[in-house]
């Protein structure tokens, strides 16, 4: 490991950003695992998807989730495979956001995805036990009817388009998430983009064809549409054996998403303490499992602390500040390669500047709609929790200037090619 990030003679692309507690012969994620652990990280299956329809009718949600995987996913996808190949280190979005812009908004970075992903790790349980207290007798079946899918909704009800972005936000999102397990994966600059590619389109069937057969099939109120409603319709089309499968699945995916979720937010840690942006302590593995202990048990804590909330909550919360870490990733996206054209990229989103430009501002207008429409508490949580984020950079660099903690000075985050392969000029 270099003493010094700045040297002359520093390769061209990034050296892969492992923690130094890692054995040489640890077991590394192949393609298979890599696709289902991005799926959890992501989806885990059609549950959650129910208040998109209470939202704004059958005939939206279905089109939001027919089109949101293209203005969003795949967008973000893109950005997740080219920047893993690029950087193949624990860390991911962290060390994106550093390599653009330095270690504040690297920190901020951190502070944002943490803290969305603890949140949102709340939000599983909450969803598990919705499913879990279905107990309804079945009282019909049916067929899908395809004309029950024009519904715009039952006249009278007020579309909450807060609740209906937020919905489809929160079950398509978190794709850069495994970027944090970079380090982990085997032969990442050829797994990652043909793992997020698989799981990117695992996913959007996985919503949609549940969503088309319920909504075919039952002709309920649309305010019957609430968390954990799939498994009431399960037994209103099948019977209480399909009702008690999907109960079954959905305990399954919770665990799923919890533990994907959990991995992501405590490799963040470690990854973070390997560049230098946190002490050492947070890179400690366990002995046994050469898993990152102290991450789970900070993530753990914090997601225990805020599991009182009500799901609607959790998932706002989470949305808002992860809204803000993706304006400031997308635009770490651009400026990479504005700033180190010539890095070395394994993966290559095939687009000059100009069309990434393009790519990246429809998302991140969704995104501004996404914080618009937040409720005031939702404002207040973020910006206590962006303030609190904002105090500890500072603090970590008092820490590190007096030495009063130990830090992994050598793996700070450097730059990554020599200066006249810098671009100062459009392209």
Same mark, same amino acid.
């Given at each position: ?6 040297? @002359?003679?520093?390769?061209?692309? =990034? ?13 590394? *994620?192949?393609?298979?695992? =890599? ?27 279905? &089109? ?29 979005? +962290? &060390? ?14 951190? @502070? ?6 603890? &949140? ?14 279905? *107990? ?26 807060? =609740? ?15 970027? @944090? ?21 695992? @996913? ?32 209103? &089309? ?119 430009? +393009? ?27 962006? +303030? ?35 671009? +100062?000029?459009?392209?």
């Amino acid at each position: 490991m270099q003493t010094s990030s700045k040297s @002359t003679n520093m390769p061209q692309e =990034l050296p892969v950003t492992t923690t130094t507690a890692t054995a040489t012969n640890t077991k590394k *994620l192949t393609l298979i695992p =890599l696709i289902f652990l991005i799926y959890f990280e992501v989806a885990g299956g059609p549950y959650g998807e129910e208040p998109a329809v209470k939202a704004a009718g059958t005939l939206l949600a279905i &089109i939001g989730f027919l089109v949101f995987p293209f203005i969003w996913s795949v967008p973000e996808a893109l950005v997740t495979a080219e920047l893993s190949t690029a950087y193949p280190g624990n860390g991911g979005f +962290v &060390i994106w956001a550093e390599r653009a812009f330095g270690p504040f908004w690297g920190s901020l970075m951190g @502070t944002w995805k943490f803290l969305s992903g603890v &949140i949102n790790v709340a939000a599983f349980p909450v969803l598990c036990i919705d499913y879990m207290k279905r *107990l309804i007798p079945a009282l019909e079946s049916g067929l899908p009817r395809p004309h029950r899918w024009l519904s715009l909704g039952q006249k009278g009800v007020k579309k909450d388009w807060n =609740l209906f972005f937020n919905t489809l936000f929160w079950n398509l999102n978190f794709w850069d998430n495994v970027s @944090t397990l970079a380090g982990e994966v085997d032969k990442p600059q050829e797994t990652f983009p043909k793992a997020l590619f698989i799981a990117v389109i695992f @996913t959007c069937l996985a919503y949609l064809f549940p969503l088309l057969a319920v909504t075919g099939a039952l002709s309920v109120g649309q305010s019957e549409w609430e968390d954990g409603f799939m498994a009431q319709a399960a037994e209103l &089309i099948a019977g209480k054996w399909l009702k008690i499968f999907l109960e079954v699945g959905a305990v399954l995916s919770a665990i799923g998403l919890f533990e994907a979720q959990l991995s992501s937010s405590a490799f963040q840690l470690l990854g973070m303490a390997d560049i230098g942006s946190l002490p050492t302590f947070f890179g400690l593995r366990s002995k046994w499992f050469n898993t990152p202990w102290v991450g789970i048990l900070l993530s753990t804590s914090i997601s225990l602390g805020v599991s009182y909330m009500n799901f609607t909550d959790i998932i706002s919360s989470a949305n808002f500040i992860y809204s803000l870490s993706m304006l400031l990733e997308f635009a770490s996206f651009v400026w990479l390669r504005r700033k180190f054209p010539m890095l070395k990229r394994p993966y290559r989103v095939p687009l000059k500047l100009p069309g990434l430009v +393009v790519m990246c501002l429809i998302p991140c207008a969704f995104l501004v709609v996404i914080m618009a429409i937040a409720t005031k508490k939702v404002y207040l949580v973020s910006g206590v929790m962006s +303030v609190a984020g904002i105090g500890w950079y500072y603090l970590m660099k008092l820490c590190k200037s007096k030495k009063w903690l130990k830090f992994n000075i050598g793996g700070e985050v450097g730059v990554e090619e020599n200066d006249q392969d810098r671009v +100062v000029g459009p392209l």
